[in-house]
C-alpha cells in the first residue's frame, strides 16, 4: 500500500494579495500628485560626476585639521554619557510600570505606555529644533535630546522583553504574601537588570551617533563642527570628523561589548 | 555538617562601579552646560506648550496631510531601495555563504556606511539629484544598508546549520542550500527587519527635512523658525499621530509575520 502525500497547501491566493497590496502601496508613494515620491532616475545618469567629485574629495582626509576636533568630540563623548546615565537611572522605574507582570493595574500601565509611545513617536532632531528654542543654543538641548530618545528607546524594548517572558519567580512571590512593590525590588529588578544593561549600552552607543546631526540645529557636540566645516566646503576635515565619529562609535562598541559580557 | 562557603568577594564589582560613577561624575563636572537653563525649563516648556496646544492653528492641516504623505513616501520607497541591496550583499557577508576577503570587504563597507550620518549622505547626495524628496528617499536607502545588511548578515548566522547540511548531504552545492535551507529560515525574520526599516525611516525622514529634502519635518522646523508656535503645535500633533498609526499597523505584521496566525477555536485558556 502506498501512503498519499498531502496536497500541498494552496497559498498563492494570499501571497498574490499581499503582493497586491505592497505593489499598490508603491504606486501610491511614487505619485507627486498626492505628496509621493517623482523617481528622477535620468538626473542620477546626468549629474552622477557631482556626487563622485564630493566623494573624491571626501576620500583625502586632512588629518593636519585632528586637533581642532578634540575638544568637540569630548564634548559629544560627554553629553552622550550623561544623556544616557540620566535616562538610565528614569527608565527602571517607568520600564516596571510599563510592563504587565511589574504593574498589573491596568490604568497605571496604560497611562505610561501611553506617554512613552508619544514620546517616542517624535522624531531626536524635532526635539532638538524645539528645545534649542526653549532652552536656546548649547549642550543642553542636545543632553535633553538624548535622554528623552534614549527613555523611549530603553523603556519600550525592556518592557517588551518583560511581557513576552515567563516570571515563575513573581508568581512565587506573591504565593509568599509579597506586594508588589517588594516583588518588584527584590525578584524583578535583578532578574530583569541584564536586559537593562544590554539597552542602556545601546542607547550609548545610539547617543554618539546621533549627536553628529545634532549639531546642525545648534544643539552642541561634533556635530556643530561638522555642519560649519561642511558649510565651508572644506571636505577634507569633514572626512576627518567622519572618520574620528567611526572610530569613537567602534570603541565604544567594542567597550560594551566587553561591559555587556561582565554584566550578563 | 559542612560549613557554608564563603560569600564570593564583591571588591571587583565594587571598583567597577566606583570607576562608573567616576568617569559619569567627571563627564557631569567638566562639560560646558548652562544648568541654571534646566531651572527654567518647566516654565519655559508649560509657556510654549501652552502657545503650541492650547489653540493649535489648524488651517494649514491639508498642507500637513500632503507633507506627512511625502514623509511616509520617502520612508517607504527608502526602506524598499534599501532592503533590495542589503539582503543580497548581507548573505554575501554571512560566514559559510561567500568568500572570507568578500566578507570582511563587505563588513568594511556597512561599518563605514554606519558611521556616516545620514544627513552628510543626504548633503553629498544633494548634488547629484538636487533639493528633491527623491534624494530623501535615496538618502534614506543609503544610510540604511549599514545597520540593515548587519542584521541580515546576523541573522543567516543564527541560523541552524542543520537544514543547509541536509541540503549538502543530498549533493546540493552553495547556491542550493542559500536557496533551499536559509532562505525559507530567515526569510520570515528578514521581512520583519524590513518593515521595522520602514518604521525607523518614518523618524528618520523628519531628519532629512532640515537639509532641505521636503516632508513634514522640513515644515516643522520652518514654522519653528518662524515662530508659529500655533502651526508647530498642529504639526506636532500630525507627525504623533502619524507616526503611532505606522508603528501600530506596522508592529501588528511584524508580529503577525514572527508568530504566525491566531490559532482559531482551539485557544483553550478561554
Keep these: ?264 | 555538617m559542612t560549613a557554608l562557603p564563603a560569600p564570593p568577594s564583591k571588591l571587583p564589582a565594587t571598583l567597577w562601579s566606583l570607576a562608573a560613577s567616576a568617569v559619569v561624575l567627571a563627564c557631569i563636572a567638566f562639560l560646558d552646560v548652562d544648568w541654571a537653563g534646566l531651572l527654567g525649563l518647566p516654565a519655559a516648556t508649560w509657556e510654549y506648550g501652552a502657545l503650541m496646544f492650547g489653540d493649535p492653528t489648524w488651517d494649514k492641516l491639508p498642507r500637513a496631510l500632503f507633507e506627512t504623505w511625502r514623509s511616509i513616501s520617502m520612508a517607504w520607497l527608502g526602506a524598499i531601495g534599501c532592503v533590495v541591496v542589503s539582503i543580497p550583499l548581507g548573505m554575501l557577508a554571512a560566514g559559510g555563504v561567500g568568500p572570507a576577503w568578500l566578507r570582511y570587504g563587505l563588513r568594511g563597507v556597512f561599518a563605514v556606511i554606519r558611521a556616516v550620518p545620514e544627513v552628510i549622505i543626504a548633503l553629498i547626495l544633494l548634488t547629484v539629484t538636487g533639493l528633491t524628496p527623491f534624494t530623501g528617499a535615496l538618502a534614506l536607502a543609503i544610510a540604511g544598508i549599514g545597520t540593515q545588511a548587519k542584521w541580515t548578515y546576523e541573522t543567516i548566522e543564527s541560523l541552524d546549520d542543520g537544514a543547509a547540511e541536509a541540503v549538502a548531504a543530498a549533493g546540493g552545492g552553495r547556491a542550493a542550500a542559500l536557496r533551499w535551507a536559509l532562505w525559507p529560515a530567515a526569510l520570515p525574520t528578514l521581512l520583519s527587519f524590513a518593515l521595522y526599516r520602514f518604521e525607523l525611516n518614518i523618524r528618520m525622514s523628519a531628519v532629512l527635512g532640515l537639509v532641505g529634502a521636503g516632508g513634514v519635518g522640513q515644515m516643522l522646523a520652518n514654522y519653528t523658525n518662524f515662530r508659529e508656535w500655533g502651526t508647530v503645535g498642529m504639526l506636532l500633533i500630525v507627525v504623533i499621530v502619524a507616526t503611532m498609526l505606522v508603528d501600530t499597523v506596522s508592529g501588528a505584521i511584524r508580529r503577525r509575520i514572527m508568530e504566525g496566525a491566531p490559532s482559531r477555536g482551539m485557544d483553550r485558556s478561554r
Excluded at chain 1, 13 to 20: K, S
Excluded at chain 1, 208 to 230: H, P, T, Y
Design chain 1, 1 to 264: 500500500m502506498t501512503l498519499a502525500v498531502p496536497p500541498r497547501p494552496r497559498t498563492w491566493p494570499r501571497t498574490l494579495v499581499v503582493l497586491a497590496a505592497l505593489a499598490g502601496l508603491t504606486v501610491l508613494t511614487c505619485l507627486p500628485a498626492i505628496g509621493g515620491v517623482e523617481l528622477d532616475f535620468a538626473s542620477i545618469a546626468k549629474n552622477w560626476r557631482h556626487g563622485a567629485t564630493k566623494l573624491a574629495q571626501l576620500a583625502q582626509p586632512d588629518l593636519r585639521f585632528l586637533p581642532r576636533t578634540w575638544v568637540p568630540m569630548l564634548e559629544t563623548v560627554q553629553m552622550a554619557i550623561i544623556g544616557a546615565v540620566a535616562a538610565a537611572v528614569v527608565s527602571v522605574p517607568l520600564t516596571l510600570w510599563a510592563a504587565r507582570p511589574t504593574n498589573p493595574n491596568t490604568p497605571t500601565r496604560t497611562i505610561v505606555r501611553t506617554v512613552i509611545n508619544v514620546i517616542r513617536s517624535v522624531p531626536d532632531l524635532v526635539y532638538a529644533t524645539i528645545l534649542v528654542a526653549l532652552v536656546g543654543v548649547g549642550a543642553l538641548p542636545g543632553l535633553l535630546t538624548l535622554f528623552l530618545f534614549d527613555i523611549g528607546v530603553v523603556v519600550k524594548l525592556v518592557s517588551e522583553a518583560i511581557d513576552s517572558d515567563r516570571h515563575p519567580y513573581l508568581e512565587a512571590s506573591r504565593a509568599a504574601g509579597a506586594t508588589q512593590l517588594q516583588a518588584n525590588r527584590a525578584l524583578a529588578l535583578p532578574q530583569t537588570l541584564p536586559l537593562f544593561a544590554n539597552q542602556w549600552l545601546y542607547a550609548l552607543e545610539l547617543n554618539v551617533r546621533i549627536s553628529a546631526i545634532l549639531g546642525i540645529v545648534g544643539a552642541g557636540g561634533i556635530g556643530r563642527l561638522l555642519n560649519e566645516r561642511f558649510g565651508f566646503y572644506a571636505y577634507d576635515d569633514v572626512s576627518v570628523i567622519i572618520l574620528e565619529i567611526l572610530v569613537v562609535v567602534i570603541l565604544i562598541e567594542v567597550l560594551s561589548n566587553l561591559l555587556r559580557r561582565r554584566l550578563t
